[in-house]
């Protein structure tokens, strides 16, 4: 045993200045590593929000494309409209274009989620080419994880009477 305490005595340890610059590497480095997950986190929600919206004008511009007849809630053409589904019909909204979404505006979709601020808007008008053909853009406006608004909007045209 004497053997043993006269060895570790004689043996130099770390001192504070090695393990506070061990510390700080370490330290650094799991700032980092946070940093990157939260990037990583804020663009997949970012993700979700933009495939959702695109999700949205997909299904507006496939119901505004079939070839059944269409009967609207009420309202001119051309003018500015939501796809409502239940049930599933365009009903008129307000005269003005979107740029920014908010839950209590006419144009808000209530996706049933948490967390999901999406507004889908259809503008119709009748189209030169003749009778029975509209042209038509579906934007649909969210918000984003940073609180900004981004929008996608698609065009479309349409044979076939709107009632």
Not at 53 to 80: C, H, R, W
Not at 107 to 117: A, H
Request: charged letters at 25%; proline letters at 2%; aromatic letters at 8%.
């Amino acid at each position: 045993m004497k053997s043993l305490i006269k060895k570790l005595t004689g043996q130099k340890g770390l001192g504070l200045v090695e393990v506070l610059v061990a510390l700080g590497i370490v330290g650094s480095g799991m700032v980092i590593i946070t940093q990157v997950s939260l990037r990583t986190i804020k663009q997949a929600r970012k993700n979700e929000l933009q495939d959702v919206a695109n999700q949205l004008a997909v299904e507006a511009l496939d119901f505004m494309k079939m070839p059944a007849d269409i009967t609207m809630g009420s309202g001119d053409i051309p003018g500015y409209f939501k796809l409502d589904f239940d049930p599933v019909q365009i009903v008129k909204g307000e005269d003005n274009e979107i740029s920014n979404c908010y839950r209590t505006g006419d144009y808000y979709v209530d996706l049933g989620y948490e967390g999901y601020v999406v507004c889908q808007q259809i503008y119709l008008e009748e189209s030169s080419l003749g009778s029975d053909r509209y042209d038509f853009q579906v934007k649909v406006v969210w918000e984003t994880v940073g609180g900004e608004f981004e929008e996608i909007t698609v065009s479309g045209h349409r044979v076939g009477a709107i009632k």
